[in-house]
C-alpha cells in the first residue's frame, strides 16, 4: 500500500458544526502533516506529528485541532470555522521526520464553510 | 532565511514543445530538492528529487538537475503532452525535524 487516504473527499459545513477530516497511511511512514491549500497557491503547512507526537504548529487557530491515534492515522477537528477556513485540506506523510525521500500526499478534502 | 523561487506563470505550449520550467533556491546547509505536480482536482505527486548537488533527478521524462553553484534546478522535458497540464511546484528540505518549503507553483496549460 503506497497511498495516503482522505475522508471525506468533500465537506461541507455551517460556522457552528463540528467535523473531522481523517488521513491513514499503511506504509509504516513515522511522520504525518497537515497542509492548507488555497486556489492557485502552495500548500501552507498547519501541523507535523513525529513519531505520533505534535512538534510543529504554524500558529494555527485552535478552531482546528489535530490529533494522531496511532502511527497510521491522523485527524483533524473543526470546530467553529469561518467562511475563509474553506481551501483543500491536505495530508502527507514522510518516512521519517526529515522528508529527504519526499513526501507522499492524500487527495485532499476540499472544504466549504457556510 | 531558507526559500524558493519558481518563475512566473501560466506558462502556455503547444503539444510536443520543450519545456523549462526555473527553480531557484536560498538555503543554508546543503537541502534535498524536489519538483512535485498537482494535476486539477488532485493532490499532490512528487515528480522527482535529487539529494546532492549535480545530482539529476528524472520522472516520466521530466528532468532536473541540482546545481549547487546556480542555486537551481530547473525542470525540464523535451516534448510535453496535454496530459503535462498541471502545477508545477519546486521545494526544498533543509534538515530534520523541518518541512517541505514550496515555491508558489508554476502553472502549464498544454494544447494540442
Known amino acids: 500500500d503506497t497511498e495516503v487516504t482522505q475522508t471525506p473527499k468533500h465537506l461541507v459545513m455551517g460556522m457552528t458544526n463540528k467535523k473531522s477530516l481523517k488521513c491513514e497511511q499503511h506504509?509504516?511512514?513515522?511522520?504525518m502533516y497537515w497542509y492548507k491549500q488555497k486556489a492557485k497557491k502552495p500548500p501552507e503547512l498547519m501541523f507535523v506529528y513525529s513519531y505520533e507526537k505534535l512538534s510543529i504548529n504554524e500558529s494555527v487557530p485552535s478552531r482546528f485541532s489535530p490529533e494522531c491515534p496511532n502511527s497510521s492515522l491522523l485527524n483533524l477537528h473543526l470546530h467553529a470555522l469561518q467562511p475563509e477556513d474553506s481551501a483543500l485540506y491536505l495530508c502527507?506523510?514522510?518516512?521519517?521526520?526529515?522528508?529527504?525521500?519526499?513526501?507522499?500526499f492524500g487527495s485532499g478534502t476540499r472544504l466549504t464553510v457556510v | 532565511g531558507n526559500s524558493v523561487t519558481q518563475m512566473e506563470g501560466p506558462v502556455t505550449l503547444s503539444e510536443e514543445a520543450f519545456l523549462t520550467i526555473n527553480c531557484t533556491y536560498t538555503a543554508t546547509g546543503y537541502p534535498s530538492l524536489f519538483w512535485y505536480v498537482q494535476y486539477p482536482g488532485e493532490g499532490l505527486q512528487l515528480l522527482l528529487k535529487a539529494t546532492k548537488a549535480d545530482d539529476k533527478g528524472s520522472n516520466k521524462g521530466f528532468e532536473a538537475t541540482y546545481r549547487k553553484e546556480t542555486t537551481s534546478f530547473h525542470l525540464e522535458k523535451g516534448s510535453v503532452q496535454v496530459s503535462d497540464s498541471a502545477v508545477y511546484f519546486c521545494a526544498l528540505s533543509v534538515q530534520a525535524g523541518t518541512a517541505l518549503i514550496f515555491g508558489k507553483g508554476t502553472t502549464l496549460s498544454v494544447s494540442s
Open positions: 506504509m509504516g511512514h513515522r511522520a
Open positions: 502527507a506523510s514522510s518516512q521519517d521526520p526529515w522528508p529527504n525521500y519526499g513526501y507522499t
